[in-house]
């Protein structure tokens, strides 16, 4: 089974939603994708860094969930980093309403030595300087890299993002980034730019409305699970993210066919994250409820077309 290095943010949020609010609670990109990926049992280690107020009890709660905390950094005298939002109505946008990037501002992930040999990396969204320097501290060429990227960066530092995008076999990002940094409306042509700068698979995240996957002319298309209620869409496309590569951890398979399960089983824990503020819902997580939410994505995809 291969090993899985997961760089990112371990932060607090603070979150408003047309169904509540919270104070400060578990966040950050790597949290995320760590608790997706610990469903597949994966050897999976988080690289990120965290102030003096952030708690012994959620770097506990990680290590049951079987994630390698040792590559979180702590910094005693500073504060973790810290995000407050609120959603709208339509809870697909929202407004940022405190950015404080604390210990995050100076940032220098240091890959520990029992996982720079490892077979897939998950690049969280991070400055692309950051995630270029975690790249050069791999001691041999993963099987898989995958990236994750936002508008901020393309704004501020596109240069260095075409630059890593260049060592990278994935890219994940939503459909607003993806015509942002493309410079193409439609998606299929926005694929198809974004391959030309280097990475081979484009996921394009398209919220409720599911996940594009492109390789070479080849699509792929799974939608998200109607839900009756969703609470918090925050960290969703980073469990996205975690269970794409936490599946392909597992399964040691990286060809297009098998990205299509990656996507699903991507989109089925993403289903349960959005069900509860932070990162509640996916603590609780049993792997029966997973297996009883994958049979009705099957059932909600699966079926045979007459042709008369």
Not at 145 to 173: G, Y
Not at 176 to 204: C, D, F, T
Request: glycine share 8%.
């Amino acid at each position: 089974m291969s090993k899985l290095l997961a760089v990112g943010t371990v932060a607090f949020d603070a979150i408003e939603t047309p169904f509540g609010k919270t104070d400060k609670i578990l966040g950050g990109s790597g949290t995320f994708v760590g608790l997706a990926a610990s469903q597949f049992g994966v050897e999976i280690g988080v690289v990120s860094v965290v102030g003096g107020d952030f708690s012994d009890h959620y770097l506990e709660m990680m290590n049951t969930k079987g994630i390698n905390t040792a590559g979180i950094e702590i910094i005693k005298e500073g504060k973790t980093f810290f995000w407050s939002g609120k959603y709208h109505n339509d809870m697909n946008s929202r407004d940022t309403l405190i950015t404080e990037l604390n210990v995050l501002e100076n940032f220098n992930p240091v890959v520990p030595e029992n996982f720079k040999d490892a077979s897939i990396v998950m690049l969280g969204n991070l400055h692309p300087l950051t995630q270029a320097s975690v790249l050069d501290q791999m001691s041999k060429q993963p099987k898989l890299v995958v990236l994750d990227t936002m508008n901020f960066w393309m704004d501020i530092a596109l240069n260095d993002l075409h630059d890593v995008l260049k060592r990278v076999d994935v890219v994940t990002i939503n459909d607003e980034e993806a015509r942002q940094l493309s410079g193409e409306y439609s998606l299929v042509n926005a694929a198809k730019k974004i391959h030309s700068m280097g990475p081979k698979y484009v996921v394009i995240k398209k919220g409720e409305h599911g996940a594009l996957l492109f390789n070479e002319g080849k699509m792929f298309f799974a939608p998200a699970l109607p839900l009756a209620e969703v609470f918090d869409p925050t960290g969703a496309g980073d469990t996205f993210a975690g269970g794409f590569c936490g599946y392909l951890a597992k399964t040691e398979d990286i060809s297009f066919e098998n990205m299509k399960n990656a996507i699903i089983y991507g989109s089925n824990l993403a289903s349960f994250c959005v069900e509860k503020f932070g990162t509640e819902r996916m603590e609780q997580l049993t792997k029966n409820e997973v297996k009883n939410r994958l049979q009705a994505f099957k059932d909600l995809t699966q079926f045979d077309i007459e042709l008369s």
